[in-house]
């Protein structure tokens, strides 16, 4: 049986007290209907702000959740105003989020930065989940980073097309069989890995994407707001 990643990107959203209110409702909602989680990792990725009191909170309720990082900073550390170093997440998460399309489209994320931000999450040992928004992009990848290969097994990658993410103007999901089919793609060209798809899934269309060969997990974004919908999703996957 496959072991299935299930992440939620909150992304710009929720203050320190809004995701204490998530947290403990998807608690509450989890003891009044307990739910098989043996094969499911489940991880949450707050902002930069919240990472702690998150990371506190679900310690005392006893979570079955690990934490997880939007970003990280390109560099080690010293003079760069704002930027948060994979150092100072060691402690606070097991996983960060790379190169997502909108790092890309609105601060100017390149590829050489998000190769050189996988490098340093290895060295810290925290786990790159890094998206992919097309095959050409991973070539590009690949072409400029040795990791991407050789340590390939270390980083959960996702096929996350930028038009199957919410909130855009006229986005649509990806077809169960088309995720399937470019996840096949970027198996293809590295070999056997773990790879998720991201992109407008809900509770009503997860398992159609779980159900499919290459797929072995969601970056969840919109419908991991509101914890009785992620856990919709969780118990549906
Ligand atoms: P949505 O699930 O809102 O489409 O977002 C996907 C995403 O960008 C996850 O990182």
New binding site residues.
């Given amino acids: 049986m496959k072991k299935l990643f299930i992440?939620a990107?909150w992304?710009s959203n929720k203050t320190i007290e809004e995701a204490e209110k998530w947290l403990h409702d998807f608690s509450e909602i989890l003891s009044s209907s307990p739910l098989d989680l043996l094969n499911k990792e489940i991880i949450v990725c707050p902002s930069f702000a919240v990472l702690e009191h998150a990371g506190y909170c679900s310690k005392n309720l006893k979570l079955p959740i690990k934490l997880g990082a939007q970003n990280i900073s390109r560099f080690e550390k010293g003079a760069y105003t704002g930027e948060v170093s994979a150092e100072m997440l060691e402690s606070l998460v097991m996983y960060c989020?790379v190169g997502?399309?909108?790092r890309r489209k609105y601060f100017g994320e390149t590829d050489d930065d998000v190769i050189e931000k996988i490098k340093l999450l290895l060295e810290y040992k925290i786990t790159p989940v890094l998206?992919i928004s097309d095959l050409s992009q991973l070539d590009s990848y690949i072409n400029r980073g040795k990791q991407i290969i050789e340590r390939s097994k270390e980083i959960i990658f996702?096929y996350?097309p930028p038009d199957?993410?919410?909130?855009g103007g006229d986005?649509k999901?990806d077809s169960p069989e088309d995720a399937n089919l470019n996840a096949g793609k970027i198996k293809e060209r590295i070999g056997e890995i773990k790879i998720l798809y991201?992109?407008?899934?809900?509770s009503d269309n997860v398992a159609s994407f779980f159900s499919q060969p290459n797929i072995e997990g969601a970056?969840?974004?919109?419908?991991?707001l509101d914890p009785l919908e992620f856990l919709g999703i969780i118990k549906n996957a």
């Fill in positions: 992440i990107n992304k989020i997502h399309s909108e998206c996702v996350e199957a993410i919410s909130g986005y999901p991201g992109g407008s899934v809900n970056l969840v974004g919109q419908a991991g």
